[in-house]
């Protein structure tokens, strides 16, 4: 079995993308690592807790904009160009004005402004890889909304050395460069007017895709931001690194949702059960394999690492990183639940998720003490709890099975339909 799930990936066209995913986590462990030593690890920590505040504030100001124009241009809906804009420009610049004024009065010490400003521009960039990717490009959406942001940050480190607003400044200035090339290659892509017309949908807010944009990242960046306060300096700047290297066992989980967003969204919309079942196998095979190849892979060169940099991989840290690696694992195995809840009109599964994981890492991190292998341990267990309930319920509300599991499962015929 394990050989027919090979060749199916082998001759898959996901492979080059991948391939491609590979590049870039490669790139952004290099920039990340490359500023951990460059910088040190206190200095790191303190810049990588803003950063990941500047990231959740791109969530949150953008509506779930990403979602709804993925979905949209995918699915054959369309949407007018006054509903581009304002999702992709408009919106996250009044909500960003006016959170920067809010939290500038409530909490003065962190440079809102410049925060807000770079959470903007990396929603923006996000949205235009949205929409290149229900254009057809897969690899380079995927390059924008990945590594852009990591790539900004790397050159405002270098630009603006020794303080964090000016690292942010000069990493706004990178990003509105990126976001000026990817809107003039959106504008001349041939596929432009038939995706963005008059009759499209126009622009509305709707609260399930924000609220599970909003959760998803809150839950990918709490523990970063809530580490900042429970953990050193230097720990939280440790632990942001081996984050970053386990990370890299769920790469082939971001080129599934990349690869399988466009079918599932458009199987939903034809609604054709076998053809969403399908293309949540597919996301299952892209990730699984490839998945538990990188699991062994991070594990050799953990206990390698750790062999010859006992003083810096101590028992604890090396406790954090195998827990680390453990969840990603787990989110390998699920990697469809998410997606297909997201795009099939259950975001409010997806948000419910989201917020369990939140909600059962702060619990454990409020009674717990705080070390670096409890707070991996916490971070873990929520996110993992919180998708295998999405699994759970995706399951029940759609009959379909989200995890690696159904890659075993019979196939049914075509003539299934969603009711």
Known sequence: MVRALSQRLIG????SAVLV??????INFAVVAGLAAWLGLSFFGELMVVWAMAMVSATIIGLGAPLILLRDLSSGAGLTML???SYVFVYPAIFAVIGAMALAAIWPEIPWGIVLLVGYLCHA???LASIMRAFGSMQWSMILRDTGPVLALGLGAVLG???IEAV???AAVVLVGMVVIAMLWCLRHE???ACIRPAGRGAILPLSMWSTSVLGMGAAQVDIILGGLLLSSGDIGLYVLLRRITNLIALPVSVATWVSAVPIAAAFGAADRAGLRAASRQASLVALLPGLALLAICIV???LFQAVAQDFLGPAALLAAIVLGLGAAVQVGLAASYTVATLCHLAHVAAIGRLASIVVYLVIAVIAPMNLATHAGAYVLGISLGSALVWVLVRHRLGIDTSAVALWAKQEGRQWTLS
């Open 12 to 15: 898959n066209p996901a492979s």
């Open 21 to 26: 995913r590979g590049a870039i986590v490669a």
């Open 83 to 85: 509903a581009v804009l």
């Open 125 to 127: 960039a996000t949205c």
């Open 161 to 163: 050395v020794g303080q």
């Open 168 to 170: 942010l400044g000069a």
């Open 191 to 193: 596929r432009w007017f």
């Open 301 to 303: 060169a953990l206990s």
